[in-house]
């Protein structure tokens, strides 16, 4: 089976090699010259790397990357070829590609990822899916070749929405458990302390277990490296963004979720997007920069 590999950035280079070494034909693009994986045949351009494709990915900055190369590439795809788009977007750009894609007659999938540049490296990622039974069936075997588990969430831009509803959630629960680890110092707490009861009490949650905002109680965690590796703060903040404009769009008020990203709209303009978003925890304890 051919897979036509467009954007093939931090993400898209090791999802790319895990496809050949799991024995699938990869033609790979990506106009960056720096982009990619020695383990991945690079085509000349979008159009030549998706003509003899059965099924195109893509992993893309954002929903207007998608849309202009969907359209770029539809005139040169064979009949009926499955395009699986994995970018983090928004869920109205996600149903747009996803029209663009039926009304050609060719299948569609959204399928965002959880697990960052580590699960995509090591093909443990978690896939959230929307799309046709028959177009998630064809997907699945691509998709458990780059990942652990593809998680079924609806139609055309249910995984998108997915996605976006769970990064909310760990947005504004960093900022929380932040804010906790700030007041406990202010009263007398150490961090461990209150580490070892929120952690098996009612606090419990991945922002505090796993990936603990101050270095000491889970040695694994990005605070124990100055903030480095793990989910980029700039990467929070785009997926608050999305949440944010799904929600104005619905007409919910997700006035946490807001706050969260004006939180990390804040933290970005001063420390950039480059490190952990758990180095939030630096505006409110400075001693932790
Ligand atoms: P990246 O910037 O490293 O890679 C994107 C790549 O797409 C770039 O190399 C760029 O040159 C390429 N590109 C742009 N237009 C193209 C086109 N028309 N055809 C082919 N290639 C094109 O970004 P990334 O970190 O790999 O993230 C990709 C997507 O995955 C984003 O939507 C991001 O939100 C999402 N995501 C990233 C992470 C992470 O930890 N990095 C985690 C989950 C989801």
Not at 33 to 49: K, N, T, Y
Not at 99 to 117: I, N, Q, R, T, W
Not at 207 to 230: D, E, H, I, K, Q
Request: proline letters at 5%; one cysteine or more.
């Amino acid at each position: 089976m051919i897979v036509a590999f467009l954007g093939l950035g931090n993400m898209g280079g090791p999802m790319a090699a895990n496809l050949v070494a799991k024995g699938f034909q990869v033609h790979g693009y990506d106009p960056a010259p720096g982009a990619g994986h020695d383990r991945v045949r690079r085509m000349s351009s979008a159009a030549e790397a998706v003509r003899e494709a059965d099924a195109v990915v893509t992993m893309l900055p954002s929903g207007t990357h998608v849309l202009d190369c969907y359209r770029e590439i539809l005139p040169a795809l064979r009949p009926g070829t499955l395009l699986v788009d994995s970018s983090t977007i928004d869920v109205e750009d996600a149903r747009a590609a996803a029209g663009l894609v039926e009304a050609e007659g060719h299948l569609a999938v959204d399928a965002p990822v959880s697990g960052g540049v580590v699960g995509a490296t090591e093909g443990t990622l978690t896939f959230m899916a929307g799309g046709s039974a028959r177009a998630l069936d064809l997907a699945e075997p691509i998709l458990l070749a780059m990942g652990a588990r593809v998680v079924r969430c609806g139609g055309a831009g249910a995984g998108q929405a997915a996605k976006i509803c769970n990064n909310m959630v760990l947005g504004v629960s960093m900022i929380a458990v932040s804010e906790a680890f700030a007041l406990g110092r202010a009263l007398g707490l150490t961090d461990q302390a209150l580490f070892d009861v929120a952690a098996t009490s009612s606090a419990q949650c991945w922002a505090l277990t796993v990936n603990c905002p101050v270095p000491g109680p889970v040695p694994t965690s990005p605070a124990n490296r100055g903030y480095t590796g793990g989910f980029a703060s700039g990467l929070m903040l785009k997926d608050l963004g999305l949440a944010e404009a799904a929600a104005r769009a619905a007409g919910v008020d997700t006035a946490f979720g807001r706050a969260a990203r004006e939180a990390y709209a804040r933290f970005v303009e001063v420390d950039g997007p480059g490190r952990d978003f758990s180095a939030i925890i630096t505006t409110l304890r400075k001693d932790d920069a």
